[in-house]
C-alpha cells in the first residue's frame, strides 16, 4: 500500500513537471513567434516608407511608443505585480516572505501579454526574468490544479519545490538552455539547495527546452535543434594561451562595467523618488515616463540619424548573432553586402560604431529597464557584453593582424570568441553568478572556449562582487 | 575591525582555493603522465617482442600482474582505506560519520602510487572515484596546515564546506572538466547543498582543471587548452529530429545496463563472502584474487589471441578517441592503416568487435572494480557506454546507409555522437546523477548534442534508478 502510494505519488510528480514544461515551451515559443512578428511588421512598415525620411522617422518612433505604452496601460490595469523583472521578488517569497497577489493568474496574463508588447517594441529589454516570474505562476497554478483532483501537493511542499522547479524551467526555456536554467535558477534563489529539486528541475527543464527548440523546427525556423545563437568558430585551434591576458582584462574589465550597471540601475530610480516634484508629477501621469524614454530612445537609434553610428537598425537579437559571427571586421574588405547585418558595424568604421554601440546602448539598457512594464535586465546586459568583448576582440585582432604564430602556423584571432566570453562575463558581474558561462555554450552550441570563459567569470564575479550587490539584490533594496 | 576579519578571512580563503587547486592539477597531471608512460612501456615491450608470440604473451600478462600486485600490496602496507573508489566512503563521511583513518596523509601516499600503478596497467580501472578521495584528503590536510598558522579554519567549517570544496576540485582537474566536476559532486555527495561552497567549488575546480591542461600544454602534449577527447562533428546539422528515437533507446537500454552492472558488481562481492571456502581462502592468501583476475584479463584481452576480435590491443583512454572518432566504421572500405587505432574494431567486422568488445568489458570492468587497488569505476563504465552507443549508431548507419534526407539535403549519420551520447548515458545511470552529461560535454568539448544527451540521460536515470540503488550507493550498502 505505501510502495502504491510512492508509485501514485512519483506518477504524478512525473505529469505535473511535464505538464509543466509543455506549458511553458508554449508560452515561450508564442511569445517569441508573436515578438518576432511585430519586429519583423517594424522593419517592414520602416522600410516600405523608404524615400520619405520624416513619416520613416514617425513610424520609427510611433511603433514602439505604442507598444511601450499598451504593456505600461495593460499591466497597469490587470496586475501591478506582473512589473519588473520578478527574479527580486522570487527571491523574495523564497526566503518566506509572502507577497500579495504575486502568483495569481491575473499577474501571469498581465506578464505574458506585456511582455510580448514589450519584446516586439525593439527596445533594450529582456526576457529572461519575467519569463522566470511566468514559470513560478505557472507552477504554483498547477500545483493547486493537481492538488485538487489527487491531493498530493500539500502547502509545506509548496514554496519551495515548486518555485523552485519553476525559476529552473523559467530560466531553461526562456532561451532553450536548460543546463544554465537549471544551475541559474539554483544560483539566483537559493543560499541551500535541496538536491531532489535540481534532478526534478533538470527533467522539467529539458523536457520544456526540448519542447521549445521542436516547435521551432515544426514550424520552420530551424531545420534542427541546436543552439538559439549557433556559433561557428574553428575548433582545432580555438585560442592560444597567449590570449589569456587579453581574455582576464575582458573579467576584470567587466565586473567593473557590471557593478557601475547595477550602481547606475539604482540612481536612476532612486534619483527619481528622491526628486520630490519629478517623482509627484510622475506618480500622477504615469504614463509620461515610459513614454519619454521610449520617445528618446527610438529617436536616438533612427537608422538614418544618429543610429547609423551605432548600428541602431538592429533589434537586441539580431545584434547578438552579429556580435557572435565569425568574421574579423577590422580587416573586411569585401562587399558590404555579403556580411548581411554585420555591415551596420562596419561602416563607417568598427571602431566608432561599436564602443559608441557599447555606450549608447549600456545608458539606454539602464534607464530601459526601470520602466514600468515587464521587462528583464539579462538579454540587454548579454548584448553589452557581447559588444564589449568584441570590442576587445577587434582591438586584438588590429595589433595583431596576421594573428598568433604557434607551432610554425599562423593562427587568426577569432573576435567572436572574445564577444562569446564577454557576453557571459558581463551577465555573470551583474546577476553575480558563474552560471551565465553554461548558458553561453548553450547559446551558441560551442564549448571551445570554456576554459578562459569560467576564468573570465570568475574574475567578473570577484569584482563585482566586492563593489556592488546583484541587480536583484540592488533591486530588493530599493523597493524596500 | 570586522572589515578588516572579512577581508582576511575572505583572503585566506582564497589562498586555500588556489593552493588545492594547483596541488591537485600537479597531482593529476604527474599521474596522468607516469601512468601513460608506463602504458607506452606497456606497449614498446610487447611491440619489440614481436616475432615471439609466446614471449609476447608472457610480456603482456607479467606486466600489468606485476604493476596490480605493487598496488595492491603497497595499499594493503601503508594503508588499508586507500583501497576502492572513495566516493562511497565520502559520501558517509559528509552525512556525518566518522571514519577512522580515512582522511590521513598515508591513504594519499598509497591512494597515489597505488592508483598510478594501476592505471598504469592497462586493467579497466578508473581514476575519478579514488581522485575525489584523494583531493579531499589533501583539502583536509591543507585547510589543518592553513589553520596552524591562521587560525581561520574551525572545525564547524571542516567536514562539510572543506570536503565539499574536495570533491569538486577532485572531478574537475581528474578530466580538466570543472562544471562537471562541481554538479557531479554535488549530485553524488550531499542531498541539500550550500550555495556558497558551489561558488568555492567552481573558482577551485576551474583553477585546477586550468593548470592542468596548461601543464599538458607545456609538456607539448596538447597545442592548446581544449577538451581532453575532442571530438570533431560537423555542426551544421548534427542530428535529426528522426534519429531521436535511437537516442531514447540508448538512454533506455542503458538505464537497463548500468542496473545490472550495479547488481553484477553487487553479486560478485557478495558471492564472494557467501561462500565460507572462498572467502576465507582469499583472505588468507589475499593477493590471489588480483592476481588472477589481472592474469585471466589479460589473456583475454591478449591482441594475437582472443583479443583481434574484442580489439583487446586499446588501453581504456585509447577506446574513448577511438570510438569517439568521426568515421563510420560500417561504411569503411578504405586502407586500415589510415584508421589508426581505430582499425581494431573495423577489422574483421564491426558486429562482432563491438559486441564482443562490450559483453566481454561489461564483465571485465564488473569483476576488476572488486579488486583490492584503488580503482574507479567511472572511466570502464564510460568506456561501455561509449561501445553501446557506438554500436546502435553504426547499426542505424548500416540500416540508413545513405543518411537522412532533409529539405533535399541528405545527411550522413554520425555513429561518434551516438557513442558520447551513449557514455554520458551509461555513468548516469551507474551512478544516478545527470551531470555526466555536462562531463561529457567538457571532455569532447562539443556541445551540439545537447538536447538529445541530456534526454537520454534523463530516461536512463528514471530506469536505473527505479531498478537498483546507485553504484555508491550499493557500494555502501555492502560494505555496512
Redesign the interface.
Known amino acids: 500500500r505505501l510502495k502504491q502510494y510512492i508509485i501514485k505519488k512519483l506518477a504524478e510528480d512525473w505529469i505535473f513537471l511535464v505538464l509543466l514544461g509543455f506549458m511553458m515551451a508554449i508560452v515561450s515559443w508564442c511569445m517569441d513567434y508573436a515578438s518576432s512578428k511585430s519586429l519583423q511588421a517594424y522593419r517592414w512598415m520602416y522600410e516600405s516608407l523608404s524615400p520619405n525620411v520624416w513619416i520613416q522617422y514617425l513610424a520609427w518612433v510611433s511603433y514602439p511608443l505604442i507598444l511601450i505604452l499598451f504593456a505600461a496601460v495593460f499591466c497597469h490595469i490587470v496586475s501591478p505585480q506582473a512589473i519588473g523583472s520578478g527574479i527580486p521578488e522570487l527571491k523574495v517569497i523564497l526566503r518566506g516572505v509572502v507577497l500579495k497577489e504575486y502568483l495569481t493568474l491575473k499577474a501571469f496574463v498581465a506578464k505574458v501579454i506585456g511582455l510580448t508588447a514589450s519584446l516586439g517594441s525593439g527596445m533594450p529589454l529582456g526576457k529572461e526574468g519575467p519569463f522566470v516570474h511566468i514559470a513560478s505562476i505557472c507552477s504554483v497554478v498547477l500545483s493547486k490544479f493537481m492538488s485538487v483532483f489527487c491531493g498530493v501537493y500539500q502547502q509545506a511542499y509548496y514554496y519551495t519545490d515548486v518555485l523552485t522547479v519553476g525559476c529552473a524551467v523559467g530560466v531553461g526555456c526562456c532561451f532553450?538552455t536548460?543546463?544554465g536554467g537549471v544551475?541559474f535558477s539554483?544560483?539566483v534563489t537559493?543560499?541551500?539547495?535541496?538536491?531532489?529539486n535540481?534532478?526534478r528541475g533538470?527533467?522539467a527543464a529539458?523536457f520544456s527546452?526540448?519542447m521549445f527548440?521542436?516547435f521551432a523546427?515544426w514550424n520552420k525556423d530551424a531545420?534542427?535543434?541546436?543552439?538559439l545563437f549557433?556559433t561557428?568558430f574553428r575548433?582545432?585551434?580555438?585560442?592560444?594561451?597567449q590570449e589569456l591576458p587579453a581574455f582576464a582584462v575582458i573579467g576584470i574589465c567587466s565586473g567593473f562595467l557590471g557593478a557601475f550597471f547595477v550602481f547606475m540601475n539604482r540612481q536612476v530610480v532612486e534619483g527619481i523618488r528622491r526628486n520630490q516634484t519629478l517623482s509627484s508629477f510622475l506618480s500622477r501621469y504615469r504614463f509620461i515616463y515610459p513614454a519619454a524614454i521610449t520617445f528618446s530612445i527610438a529617436t536616438l537609434t533612427f537608422p538614418p540619424g544618429f543610429g547609423q553610428y551605432m548600428a541602431g537598425a538592429l533589434m537586441p537579437r539580431e545584434s547578438i548573432s552579429v556580435l557572435f559571427d565569425n568574421h574579423t571586421w577590422t580587416k573586411y574588405t569585401g562587399d558590404p553586402l555579403l556580411l548581411g547585418r554585420s555591415a551596420a558595424f562596419v561602416y563607417p568604421n568598427v571602431f566608432i560604431t561599436l564602443p559608441l554601440f557599447f555606450v549608447m546602448k549600456f545608458l539606454m539598457s539602464v534607464i530601459a529597464t526601470t520602466m514600468p512594464i515587464p521587462c528583464g535586465t539579462f538579454m540587454p546586459v548579454f548584448v553589452l557584453g557581447a559588444a564589449f568583448g568584441r570590442l576587445i576582440g577587434e582591438l586584438m585582432a588590429y595589433l595583431f593582424p596576421n594573428g598568433i604564430l604557434?607551432?610554425g602556423i599562423v593562427y587568426k584571432i577569432v573576435p567572436g570568441g572574445y564577444a562569446v566570453i564577454g557576453a557571459a562575463a558581463l551577465t555573470g558581474a551583474v546577476t553575480h553568478t558563474?552560471s551565465t558561462?553554461?548558458i553561453c555554450?548553450?547559446l551558441t552550441?560551442?564549448?571551445?572556449h570554456?576554459?578562459p570563459m569560467?576564468?573570465s567569470v570568475?574574475m567578473a564575479?570577484v569584482v563585482a562582487q566586492n563593489l556592488q550587490p546583484s541587480l536583484y539584490d540592488s533591486i530588493i533594496q530599493t523597493k524596500r
Open positions: 532553450g536548460p543546463l544551475l539554483i544560483e537559493s543560499s541551500y539547495f535541496a538536491v531532489r535540481y534532478w533538470f527533467f529539458t527546452a526540448f527548440r521542436v523546427v531545420v534542427t535543434i541546436t543552439a549557433r561557428n575548433m582545432e585551434f580555438p585560442f592560444d594561451l604557434f607551432d558563474v558561462a553554461v555554450f548553450e552550441g560551442q564549448i571551445s570554456i576554459l569560467l576564468i570568475i564575479n
